[in-house]
């Protein structure tokens, strides 16, 4: 069955008042951290495919994006990007979409209006982007989740999942329209994103993925487990100098005294106030910077938005 650019499984599920989970490649999961949180959710769930863009190529460059080939028993098979979206029906907790969207090179606001015509079709009742970015934080102290939302029970879902709100101000993605448009259909929108020190370079953020995978157990009940805690902390714990990602000499006293100043030592991860100007324009440089390299990287990385053919 064809909805809009998407074929959708058939039989089609039922789903009741379903939340989508989304997370955008390249632009805001930086870590993989959007990634691997849903990846974790999908396996607990259990969680089938609904569909994929009919015609991936309408949206992606795929000199971009690039496709990848496999041997596989003696055969070759060819996998191409795509936008997946799959779909749980728990007992306990609403029914979840869940959608790994590629961020598009062609044709941005047909892509946002295919996505809404899911969204619109299959009754959404929520829509939260989550994800990873850049910051000026430290690894020795615990990671910020701030967030964006609109909806009666936005704070409320704040306070349980203990982010900040976020005034962030500068470039963004066509994709955004999509939460615009949902938040004009009369649907809660929520974002939530880590913040990461700004100088590692890890392709999967293990602690970044359980700190978001903290805020979401507590939102929707999962159990604390698939968060992976411990495997999160102890790759910051191994980390040392010898790598040549930590800063060197003053550099990150000086980072972790501007964090304490602003949240306090030691502090959880709840702070609620926004970030110094002159950090928020560092960030806005710094985000300009990685939209304009992370596009030719994400081809190369393995991620769950491709198909077999």
């Known amino acids: 069955m064809r909805i809009g650019e998407f074929d959708i499984a058939e039989p089609i599920p039922e789903l009741k008042d379903p939340h989508m989970l989304v997370v955008l490649r390249p632009w805001i999961d930086v870590g993989n951290v959007g990634s691997l949180s849903l990846g974790r959710i999908e396996r607990h769930l259990r969680s089938k495919e609904l569909g994929r863009l009919h015609r991936p190529g309408r949206f992606y460059d795929f000199t971009r994006y690039r496709p990848r080939s496999y041997l596989v028993s003696g055969n070759r098979e060819v996998t191409i990007p ?26 941005g606001e047909d892509y946002a209006d295919a996505l809404l015509e899911i969204i ?14 850049y910051d000026m934080v430290p690894h020795t102290r615990p990671l910020v989740v701030s967030g964006l939302g609109s909806g009666e029970n936005v704070e409320r879902d704040y306070n349980i999942a203990n982010a900040r709100p976020s005034n962030y101000e500068g470039p963004t993605t066509i994709t955004y329209t999509i939460t615009e448009t949902a938040t004009k259909m009369g649907l809660e929108t929520r974002a939530f994103v880590v913040h990461l020190p700004q100088y590692l370079n890890l392709d999967d953020d293990y602690r970044g993925a359980a700190r978001m995978m903290d805020v979401l157990c507590r939102l929707y009940n999962f159990p604390e487990y698939i968060a ?8 910051y714990d191994e980390l040392t100098d010898n790598d040549g990602q930590i800063p060197s000499g003053d550099t990150l006293t000086r980072i972790e005294e501007m964090y304490d100043s602003e949240y306090g030592e030691g502090s959880g991860p709840e702070p609620s106030t926004p970030l110094p100007s002159s950090i928020e324009e560092f960030l806005q440089g710094l985000d300009v910077n990685l939209n304009a390299t992370d596009g030719d990287d994400a081809g190369d990385d393995t991620e769950p938005g491709s198909s077999r053919t």
């Open 82 to 107: 795509n936008t997946i979206i799959r779909y749980s029906n728990p007992e306990d907790g609403p029914h979840l979409l869940t959608a790994h969207l590629l961020e598009p090179h062609l044709y």
């Open 120 to 133: 619109e079709y299959f009754g959404v009742k929520l829509y939260a982007l989550i994800g990873g970015m």
């Open 228 to 235: 992976q805690t411990d495997r999160g902390q102890k790759q």
